[in-house]
Protein backbone atom coordinates (compact mmCIF):
# COMPACT_ATOMS: atom_id res chain seq x y z
CA UNK A 1 0.00 0.00 0.00
CA UNK A 2 1.06 3.84 -0.73
CA UNK A 3 0.66 5.92 1.87
CA UNK A 4 1.14 8.93 0.33
CA UNK A 5 -1.16 11.06 1.69
CA UNK A 6 1.37 11.47 4.29
CA UNK A 7 3.30 13.69 1.95
CA UNK A 8 0.25 16.26 2.60
CA UNK A 9 -1.75 17.31 -0.73
CA UNK A 10 -0.36 18.64 -3.48
CA UNK A 11 -1.97 18.96 -7.10
CA UNK A 12 1.05 19.73 -8.75
CA UNK A 13 1.95 16.86 -11.69
CA UNK A 14 4.48 15.29 -8.96
CA UNK A 15 6.70 13.10 -12.23
CA UNK A 16 9.09 11.06 -10.48
CA UNK A 17 11.72 8.42 -12.76
CA UNK A 18 9.93 5.56 -12.29
CA UNK A 19 13.51 3.23 -12.07
CA UNK A 20 13.63 -0.25 -11.93
CA UNK A 21 10.21 -0.84 -10.14
CA UNK A 22 7.53 -2.90 -12.83
CA UNK A 23 4.91 -1.14 -14.35
CA UNK A 24 2.02 -3.30 -13.86
CA UNK A 25 1.60 -4.90 -10.48
CA UNK A 26 0.34 -8.54 -10.39
CA UNK A 27 -0.91 -9.66 -6.68
CA UNK A 28 -3.31 -12.07 -5.09
CA UNK A 29 -6.16 -9.26 -5.19
CA UNK A 30 -6.12 -9.91 -9.02
CA UNK A 31 -9.90 -11.68 -9.18
CA UNK A 32 -11.04 -8.85 -7.22
CA UNK A 33 -9.94 -6.12 -9.35
CA UNK A 34 -11.15 -8.26 -12.80
CA UNK A 35 -14.47 -8.96 -10.73
CA UNK A 36 -15.31 -5.18 -10.46
CA UNK A 37 -14.19 -4.08 -13.78
CA UNK A 38 -16.41 -6.63 -15.04
CA UNK A 39 -19.25 -5.43 -13.05
CA UNK A 40 -18.44 -1.80 -14.30
CA UNK A 41 -22.00 -0.40 -15.78
CA UNK A 42 -20.51 2.11 -17.83
CA UNK A 43 -18.78 1.72 -21.35
CA UNK A 44 -14.75 1.58 -20.43
CA UNK A 45 -13.33 1.79 -23.91
CA UNK A 46 -13.14 4.69 -25.47
CA UNK A 47 -11.36 5.99 -28.81
CA UNK A 48 -10.92 9.25 -30.57
CA UNK A 49 -8.48 9.83 -33.59
CA UNK A 50 -6.10 6.93 -32.67
CA UNK A 51 -3.93 5.57 -35.57
CA UNK A 52 -4.01 1.84 -36.10
CA UNK A 53 -0.53 1.39 -35.91
CA UNK A 54 -0.05 3.40 -32.64
CA UNK A 55 -2.62 1.48 -31.22
CA UNK A 56 -0.97 -1.96 -32.41
CA UNK A 57 2.38 -0.75 -31.08
CA UNK A 58 0.95 -0.06 -27.48
CA UNK A 59 -0.35 -3.43 -27.42
CA UNK A 60 2.51 -5.36 -28.16
CA UNK A 61 4.67 -2.90 -25.60
CA UNK A 62 2.00 -3.84 -23.11
CA UNK A 63 2.21 -7.81 -24.03
CA UNK A 64 5.86 -7.80 -23.85
CA UNK A 65 6.34 -6.02 -20.78
CA UNK A 66 4.02 -8.41 -18.95
CA UNK A 67 6.12 -11.06 -20.35
CA UNK A 68 8.94 -9.73 -18.77
CA UNK A 69 8.25 -8.65 -15.32
CA UNK A 70 5.28 -11.39 -15.09
CA UNK A 71 6.92 -14.50 -16.94
CA UNK A 72 3.96 -17.00 -16.39
CA UNK A 73 1.23 -14.40 -17.64
CA UNK A 74 -0.52 -15.41 -21.00
CA UNK A 75 -1.20 -11.52 -22.33
CA UNK A 76 -3.35 -10.85 -25.25
CA UNK A 77 -2.77 -8.51 -28.13
CA UNK A 78 -5.96 -6.80 -27.75
CA UNK A 79 -5.85 -3.34 -26.11
CA UNK A 80 -9.60 -3.97 -24.14
CA UNK A 81 -8.14 -7.71 -23.75
CA UNK A 82 -5.10 -6.72 -22.08
CA UNK A 83 -7.18 -4.20 -19.53
CA UNK A 84 -9.18 -6.68 -18.43
CA UNK A 85 -6.51 -9.19 -17.72
CA UNK A 86 -4.43 -6.83 -15.80
CA UNK A 87 -5.18 -4.82 -12.47
CA UNK A 88 -4.53 -1.40 -14.31
CA UNK A 89 -6.06 0.66 -15.94
CA UNK A 90 -4.99 1.67 -19.58
CA UNK A 91 -4.69 5.17 -21.36
CA UNK A 92 -3.45 6.35 -24.48
CA UNK A 93 -2.55 10.13 -24.53
CA UNK A 94 -1.44 11.40 -28.09
CA UNK A 95 0.79 14.60 -28.49
CA UNK A 96 0.93 16.21 -32.47
CA UNK A 97 2.74 19.57 -32.82
CA UNK A 98 1.02 22.05 -30.62
CA UNK A 99 -2.46 19.62 -29.70
CA UNK A 100 -2.81 17.02 -27.63
CA UNK A 101 -5.82 14.42 -26.97
CA UNK A 102 -6.74 11.61 -24.84
CA UNK A 103 -7.09 8.90 -28.09
CA UNK A 104 -7.88 5.67 -26.56
CA UNK A 105 -8.57 4.24 -23.05
CA UNK A 106 -10.01 1.56 -21.21
CA UNK A 107 -10.79 2.86 -17.62
CA UNK A 108 -13.29 0.83 -15.84
CA UNK A 109 -11.91 1.63 -12.39
CA UNK A 110 -12.34 5.35 -12.17
CA UNK A 111 -11.49 7.60 -9.78
CA UNK A 112 -14.16 10.01 -9.97
CA UNK A 113 -14.39 11.08 -13.65
CA UNK A 114 -16.11 9.75 -16.55
CA UNK A 115 -13.74 8.61 -19.24
CA UNK A 116 -16.65 8.81 -21.93
CA UNK A 117 -16.19 12.54 -21.19
CA UNK A 118 -12.80 13.18 -21.24
CA UNK A 119 -12.39 11.05 -24.59
CA UNK A 120 -10.72 13.82 -27.13
CA UNK A 121 -9.82 16.25 -24.83
CA UNK A 122 -6.63 17.70 -23.81
CA UNK A 123 -4.46 17.31 -20.91
CA UNK A 124 -5.15 20.56 -19.51
CA UNK A 125 -9.03 20.26 -20.30
CA UNK A 126 -9.04 17.28 -18.29
CA UNK A 127 -7.67 18.39 -15.43
CA UNK A 128 -10.01 21.63 -15.54
CA UNK A 129 -12.25 20.19 -12.83
CA UNK A 130 -9.14 20.02 -10.47
CA UNK A 131 -8.48 23.40 -8.43
CA UNK A 132 -5.24 24.82 -8.81
CA UNK A 133 -4.00 22.33 -11.15
CA UNK A 134 -1.60 23.66 -13.42
CA UNK A 135 -1.98 21.29 -16.67
CA UNK A 136 -0.71 23.04 -19.70
CA UNK A 137 1.80 22.31 -22.50
CA UNK A 138 4.70 22.38 -20.74
CA UNK A 139 3.67 19.14 -18.54
CA UNK A 140 2.57 17.46 -21.40
CA UNK A 141 5.74 17.90 -23.23
CA UNK A 142 7.67 16.97 -20.41
CA UNK A 143 5.57 13.61 -20.38
CA UNK A 144 7.85 12.58 -23.42
CA UNK A 145 10.73 12.52 -21.24
CA UNK A 146 9.84 9.84 -19.29
CA UNK A 147 8.95 6.91 -18.20
CA UNK A 148 7.65 8.89 -15.06
CA UNK A 149 5.18 7.79 -11.66
CA UNK A 150 2.97 9.61 -9.83
CA UNK A 151 0.62 9.11 -7.00
CA UNK A 152 -2.83 10.42 -7.31
CA UNK A 153 -5.17 10.04 -4.05
CA UNK A 154 -8.47 11.48 -2.05
CA UNK A 155 -10.78 10.45 0.77
CA UNK A 156 -13.29 8.36 -0.01
CA UNK A 157 -16.41 6.61 2.18
CA UNK A 158 -16.45 3.82 0.18
CA UNK A 159 -13.92 0.96 0.31
CA UNK A 160 -14.54 0.32 -3.87
CA UNK A 161 -12.17 0.69 -6.67
CA UNK A 162 -14.63 1.71 -8.86
CA UNK A 163 -15.72 5.51 -8.28
CA UNK A 164 -17.40 6.71 -11.68
CA UNK A 165 -19.17 9.80 -10.89
CA UNK A 166 -22.67 8.00 -12.17
CA UNK A 167 -22.47 5.75 -9.05
CA UNK A 168 -24.18 6.53 -6.11
CA UNK A 169 -21.78 7.87 -3.32
CA UNK A 170 -23.28 5.81 0.04
CA UNK A 171 -21.26 6.17 2.83
CA UNK A 172 -20.50 2.96 4.30
CA UNK A 173 -20.59 3.60 7.80
CA UNK A 174 -17.23 1.76 8.26
CA UNK A 175 -15.13 4.66 8.43
CA UNK A 176 -13.23 7.28 5.77
CA UNK A 177 -11.32 5.00 3.33
CA UNK A 178 -8.20 6.66 0.70
CA UNK A 179 -8.37 6.01 -2.16
CA UNK A 180 -4.46 6.03 -4.25
CA UNK A 181 -3.39 5.90 -8.03
CA UNK A 182 -0.61 4.95 -8.70
CA UNK A 183 0.37 5.84 -12.71
CA UNK A 184 2.94 5.41 -14.99
CA UNK A 185 3.61 7.42 -17.92
CA UNK A 186 5.47 5.47 -20.43
CA UNK A 187 6.73 7.53 -23.52
CA UNK A 188 6.91 6.45 -27.18
CA UNK A 189 8.54 9.93 -28.21
CA UNK A 190 8.85 8.77 -32.21
CA UNK A 191 5.01 8.69 -32.76
CA UNK A 192 4.18 11.62 -29.74
CA UNK A 193 2.44 9.04 -27.55
CA UNK A 194 2.45 8.35 -23.91
CA UNK A 195 1.34 5.31 -22.33
CA UNK A 196 -0.49 5.95 -18.44
CA UNK A 197 -1.12 2.89 -16.64
CA UNK A 198 -3.64 3.79 -13.64
CA UNK A 199 -3.39 1.06 -10.56
CA UNK A 200 -5.82 2.09 -7.66
CA UNK A 201 -5.86 0.56 -4.25
CA UNK A 202 -8.01 1.46 -1.03
CA UNK A 203 -6.66 2.12 2.18
CA UNK A 204 -8.76 0.54 4.58
CA UNK A 205 -6.75 1.63 7.54
CA UNK A 206 -5.22 5.11 6.84
CA UNK A 207 -3.32 6.80 9.51
CA UNK A 208 -5.82 8.67 10.81
CA UNK A 209 -3.81 12.00 11.97
CA UNK A 210 -1.62 12.03 8.95
CA UNK A 211 -4.53 12.40 6.88
CA UNK A 212 -6.25 14.66 8.61
CA UNK A 213 -3.15 16.96 8.43
CA UNK A 214 -3.37 16.42 4.97
CA UNK A 215 -6.60 16.92 3.92
CA UNK A 216 -6.29 20.30 6.36
CA UNK A 217 -3.69 21.50 4.01
CA UNK A 218 -6.80 21.45 0.70
CA UNK A 219 -8.31 24.85 -0.12
CA UNK A 220 -11.93 25.29 0.24
CA UNK A 221 -12.14 25.21 -3.59
CA UNK A 222 -10.22 21.32 -3.38
CA UNK A 223 -12.02 20.36 -0.59
CA UNK A 224 -15.52 20.84 -2.81
Known amino acids: ?????????????????????PIFQIDDQLEEYLSEKRACRHQPYQEHELDPKIKEKVCQFVHDRLLIEHPNFKPTLDFSELAMQIQEDLVIHQVEKDRDWLACCHVALPGGWAPEEKIGKSFEDIHLPVPGMNAGKSIVRSMLKGPFVRFVWGPVTQPKL???????????????????????????????????TIRPCVIADPDMPSLFAAIKTKTPEELF
Open 162 to 196: NNHPTLPGKISGKGVFVKVERQVLWPFPETGTVLF
Open 1 to 21: MYHVYKDGYNVLPGLTKLGNE
